[in-house]
């Protein structure tokens, strides 16, 4: 079979669903296919992937086994199982998963003429599996940082301050108040390791990318920190993790024989690392240094490709291991309050229209600053409406309709000054993608205040297709993830979307220092 005759699996495991992407040698989609946890698996009674109790937030491990058995069972039914020659996939980050021992035996002996949940049914120590939805725990968090000299030094350490839905904090929980449950786990995979261990039949390492968001791995050195592990698990969490974290690309071994006979694929298919779903949607748009990503969605996301001595940590952003440069880092900031927040305001002063809503975003704002907390916000941490005219705070403007163009100023003013913190390498575009970057408007904004021209990338750019992409990767020898993009000509050129008007763009960096006093004052209260 040649190069372009195979195919590369990528698999997703989000909050609300299981999706794979099928592609061939040339990076053409030949299959997609998912399973959604609330309509296909009722039975798991989960509400949009998910079952909340207060701040504790779980799925059944279960449920994801069993969409496992279902999503293979379709795929079967294509010609494209024997075709695949390797599989690679993202999960959604921080979740947890804690296999007993007689799991883990069972993944060494699984029997063909059984589905996985038949199998797999006591395959852990603990039924409901953390996710990053969790805010349970603040103690651990605070206990945490406490250890290393606090928030920054942590943020040093691991590329992040102590954050509830981190892996590390979870399982300290888990260490703390099931202590009988920890005893009984064999080992703890993410999510993503999850899902490759289930595939090779014996456990997976994480991947860096994944141990970056755990408080638990060194940003520098890409190995488990100790005095963390000891902290948040005891002396047995090293044993429990098991494996120390990998780079992406180097495949970790053969389909366990079990998917050879029951589903068809080719012996030879071979398992990659697993990594996170932020650092695979990173991997499908190919970024290169001088990229920023701005996602504008239910929660608003900023990504770059920071290379190696580029980066800083702080106690608002996250650094994390990149994907495919050992090397080099991915920054993130994760904003709570995105479409959700911009769209309350467009229903309070523009009639719930977006076309009015963009009218109002050319009222004028001098003097008028705001803050859109409608969510308890992460950067900065704070919660509330919060208006000021001339330096002063008011309960409305003097020109309500200006709340329009306020808030969009406010978010993306926030962002300006976050990714200025973190990297000095200077941005040279941004990609702009999620269901906002359909407004072409609400773009000019963000294109006039960060002081870049807005691209927007064509095509769907997707965790699974991301995982795809890195299957690939891991089965092509001495070539660097940039260069095999450029050999398939793959690399289609994003559309410019606009301009900044630079004298804009001045007058925005005129009111940085005024922002930043007036933020301190909201968080303050």
């Not at 009674?45 to 999503?71: C, F, N, Y």
């Not at 996985?116 to 969790?134: K, N, R, T, V």
């Not at 064509?458 to 092509?476: C, F, I, Q, R």
Request: with cysteine.
């Amino acid at each position: 079979m040649s190069s372009n005759d195979a195919y590369y699996l990528g698999l997703d495991l989000s909050t609300q669903q299981l999706k794979c992407t099928a592609m061939n040698g040339v990076h053409d989609i030949v299959l997609e296919e998912a399973v959604n946890f609330d309509r296909d698996l009722p039975e798991f009674e989960t509400t949009h992937g998910a079952i909340h109790d207060g701040d504790t937030v779980t799925s059944p491990t279960l449920m994801w086994v069993k969409a496992m058995d279902i999503l293979l069972d379709r795929l079967k039914k294509t010609a494209v199982a024997g075709k695949i020659r390797g599989i690679s996939g993202a999960g959604q980050q921080h979740g947890s998963v804690y296999w007993s021992k007689a799991g883990i035996e069972k993944l060494d002996k699984l029997d063909s003429s059984k589905s996985l949940q038949e199998q797999l049914s006591d395959a852990f120590a603990i039924g409901q599996s953390p996710i990053w939805q969790d805010a349970s725990t603040t103690r651990e968090c605070r206990s945490l940082e406490a250890l290393v000299g606090g928030p920054q030094a942590l943020a040093d350490l691991t590329g992040s301050k102590a954050y509830e839905r981190f892996t590390g904090n979870q399982i300290a929980k888990i260490y703390n108040t099931r202590r009988e449950a920890y005893e009984k786990t064999q080992n703890i995979s993410l999510v993503s390791s999850f899902m490759a261990t289930l595939l090779l039949g014996r456990l997976a390492p994480v991947d860096s990318p994944e141990g970056s968001g755990t408080n638990l791995m060194n940003i520098e050195t890409h190995r488990w920190q100790e005095d963390l592990l000891t902290h948040c698990g005891g002396s047995e969490l090293r044993t429990k993790l098991g494996l120390e974290p990998v780079e992406g690309g180097n495949a970790l071994g053969k389909i366990n024989p079990y998917y050879v006979e029951r589903y068809g694929f080719h012996p030879d298919c071979a398992i990659m690392p697993f990594t996170g779903d932020n650092s695979a949607t990173l991997v499908s748009m190919n970024l290169h240094e001088g990229d920023c990503v701005v996602s504008l969605g239910t929660s608003d996301t900023v990504l770059v490709y920071l290379k190696q001595g580029a980066a800083k940590a702080t106690t608002e952003s996250h650094l994390m291991a990149h994907p495919t440069d050992p090397t080099g880092f991915m920054g993130m900031l994760c904003y709570k309050n995105g479409s959700l927040t911009r769209q309350h305001v467009r229903d309070v002063y523009a009639s719930g229209d977006w076309d009015q809503f963009n009218k109002l975003l050319q009222v004028d704002t001098n003097g008028k600053t705001g803050f859109y907390y409608h969510m308890q916000e992460i950067i900065p941490f704070a919660k509330g409406i919060y208006r000021f005219e001339n330096g002063e705070p008011v309960t409305e403007f003097s020109n309500p309709a200006a709340n329009v163009r306020a808030i969009v100023e406010s978010q993306f003013l926030s962002m300006r000054i976050r990714l200025g913190r973190m990297t000095t390498v200077e941005s040279k575009r941004i990609l702009a993608t999620g269901g906002a970057a359909a407004n072409t408007a609400l773009l000019q904004v963000l294109s006039d205040v960060m002081g870049l021209p807005v691209y927007k990338q064509k095509g769907m750019n997707s965790a699974s297709l991301g995982g795809a992409l890195l299957a690939k990767y891991g089965t092509v020898d001495g070539v660097g993830f940039e260069e095999m993009m450029q050999r398939q000509g793959a690399v289609e050129e994003p559309e410019l979307v606009c301009k900044p008007d630079l004298e804009l763009t001045k007058q925005y960096a005129s009111r940085v220092e005024e922002y930043v006093r007036l933020e301190q004052s909201v968080v303050d209260q």
